[in-house]
């Protein structure tokens, strides 16, 4: 009779505990309770696997990659580890983060090629050798399998990001694939639809031949490699039952969409970011979604225990200087595609966000994206970014502006995505580098662990964020002015059983501050502000709040 009472005590206090907040180090109070996930809402953290955390020093070295290179041009030692290592700490619960995008994780070509000041390696992921396998300087599929449940058990998703469009550069120890496969000349100039999709990108970035429907034989030098490490047979009679059960031609898109829905299929990501898309014909990601809908279905019905709710699964396109302004349509010149129907792509990377956040007032800026999410995109969704790896110009390349990008991104409707050290102000300008590597540093945690000026930072991204992931509406929602001074706004969202609504206060001044709340709680309800924790009730609509800052986001407080 005694372990039984330990037992529901214990029980009852787990249960309690899931319920209540916890508080850090830092004295950030950190939400734990579970909360209902929109992927139009999503506070999406974007990183360079190699550049985030090294959580396993013993894989740093991998093919002899050992040559000298360009500064920030070869691998750095982060890998798949880091990331669960920075997981389990709480690093991205105390963000607010609902969702992580990580570069791709194949494995890469095992040269490096002489470009610019010196040699690069694909210590990016987006020079795939062998969509098949892990690359060891990332990790193993053990390491994925632990990255998934750890961020799962924290309500965190998993995207990772797929390439179809071409293989890695051709080194001495990456020969071209055979010319069924890629073409290697006739580059793009960018002047139309057909010389943007159906040549290669750069010189010597084998563009695969996406268009064909022909039956073409796996290429040597990977049947050659499969036999060494011992997995050839398995390979071929998945691929045999794959091209049985969908009746598709063996033509080179196909054999990739099945090698990247394995990784749904066996470990269960949430989502794919779709890397080069107006690269490759259109029909090409409508049969993509297809695939993964059914890998992510069959992951399900596999593993009943591990579903984390009926959402389906995320598709993410890039679209290079794609803008939200331009509806569901990209212009080619010469022809408009949409690639949100036929039905390809939840949402697609917006690029013109950074520019409306340096031209238009912060509610300007809302108003238009929630009139767009929620108007000609209404279905469809848009990824916001500030800054990116591959972005010569970010909104605030040297990190002066670090609580306007926090207040513009994640109180934004749509997508917010992080990139790595947006949060800590990360450099984006680093001297001795060259293109895209300035963007590409490895992630700063000496500046988060001793700098006061960075933790400052860090705690308000962290507010915003846990704000952001706790309410729907502030990214799902739709976005309502209240009054232009003090300026203050309200969002609501409403899904089938859930509602939710929030007001939030930006410029404001400090210390005492009053807002009219009239039209969306009642007198006599208890409001919390979470920016500074301090509760307050309605009466004669107003909320008063006395606080140091000078931002308000309010809550009503749910009865016990």
């Not at 139309?192 to 159906?198: A, I």
């Not at 207040?407 to 680093?430: F, K, M």
């Not at 859930?498 to 006599?524: A, M, Q, T």
Request: hydrophobic residues 30%; proline residues 4%; negative net charge.
């Amino acid at each position: 009779m005694k372990k039984v009472i330990i037992i529901i005590l214990t029980l009852l206090v787990l249960a309690l505990s899931c319920k209540e907040n916890t508080t850090n180090k830092d004295n950030l109070e950190v939400r734990v309770e579970k909360q209902h996930f929109d992927w139009a809402g999503a506070n999406l953290y974007f990183l360079l696997t190699d550049r985030f955390n090294n959580g396993d020093t013993s894989n740093d070295v991998n093919f002899d990659r050992t040559r000298e290179t360009a500064k920030l041009r070869g691998f750095k030692g982060g890998d798949i580890k880091g990331i669960t290592q920075k997981i389990k700490e709480g690093y991205f619960t105390e963000l607010g983060i609902n969702a992580i995008w990580m570069t791709p994780i194949v494995e890469q070509i095992h040269g490096g090629t002489d470009e610019g000041t010196g040699v690069t390696y694909g210590f990016h992921g987006y020079w795939t050798k062998d969509w098949t396998k892990i690359d060891p300087n990332f990790g193993t599929k053990a390491d994925l399998h632990e990255l998934v449940k750890e961020a799962h058990a924290r309500g965190i998703r998993i995207v990772l990001d797929a390439v179809i469009n071409h293989t890695g550069p051709v080194t001495e120890k990456d020969p071209v694939w055979p010319d069924s496969w890629v073409r290697t000349n006739d580059k793009c100039t960018f002047d139309s639809y057909e010389n943007t999709v159906t040549c290669t990108l750069v010189e010597n970035l084998p563009d695969i031949r996406t268009e064909s429907n022909e039956d073409v034989d796996l290429p040597p030098q990977l049947l050659q490699k499969w036999k060494d490490e011992g997995h050839y047979e398995q390979e071929v009679k998945e691929l045999n039952t794959f091209f049985k059960r969908t009746g598709h031609p063996r033509a080179p898109r196909f054999y990739i969409m099945k090698w990247l829905t394995d990784y749904i299929t066996e470990f269960g990501i949430d989502g794919y970011r779709v890397d080069t898309v107006k690269h490759t014909e259109e029909y090409v990601w409508q049969e993509f979604k297809v695939e993964c809908d059914y890998a992510f279905n069959q992951y399900k019905t596999n593993n009943p225990e591990k579903v984390l709710d009926d959402n389906a699964f995320y598709l993410v396109g890039e679209i290079y200087n794609y803008n939200i302004s331009s509806g569901q349509y990209y212009d080619f010149g010469d022809k408009k595609v949409n690639y949100f129907d036929p039905p390809s792509f939840h949402s697609l990377i917006n690029f013109e966000f950074k520019w409306n956040s340096k031209e238009l007032s912060y509610e300007e800026q809302f108003k238009k994206y929630s009139d767009t999410l929620h108007g000609v995109l209404k279905g469809f969704g848009t990824l916001n970014y500030l800054s990116s790896h591959d972005d010569g110009s970010p909104f605030d390349a040297v990190r002066k502006k670090p609580y306007e990008t926090a207040n513009r991104l994640l109180l934004s409707p749509g997508t917010s995505q992080i990139y790595y050290g947006d949060e800590s102000s990360r450099s984006l300008i680093v001297p001795g580098t060259e293109g895209d590597a300035t963007l590409r540093s490895t992630m700063n945690w000496d500046s988060i662990a001793k700098r006061k000026r960075t933790k400052a930072v860090l705690k308000h991204w962290q507010k915003l964020g846990q704000f952001r992931a706790h309410h729907p509406s502030v990214g799902a929602g739709t976005h309502h002015i209240i009054s232009e001074t003090p300026y203050a706004f309200y969002r609501n969202y409403t899904k089938g059983d859930v509602k939710d609504f929030v007001v939030v206060g930006l410029d404001l001044p400090k210390g005492k501050k009053v807002l009219d709340v009239s039209k969306v709680f009642e007198n006599g309800d208890k409001i919390r502000d979470t920016y500074s924790g301090k509760f307050s009730k309605v009466s004669s609509g107003n909320v008063t709040i006395d606080s140091e800052y000078s931002i308000l986001l309010l809550e009503k407080v749910k009865p016990n």
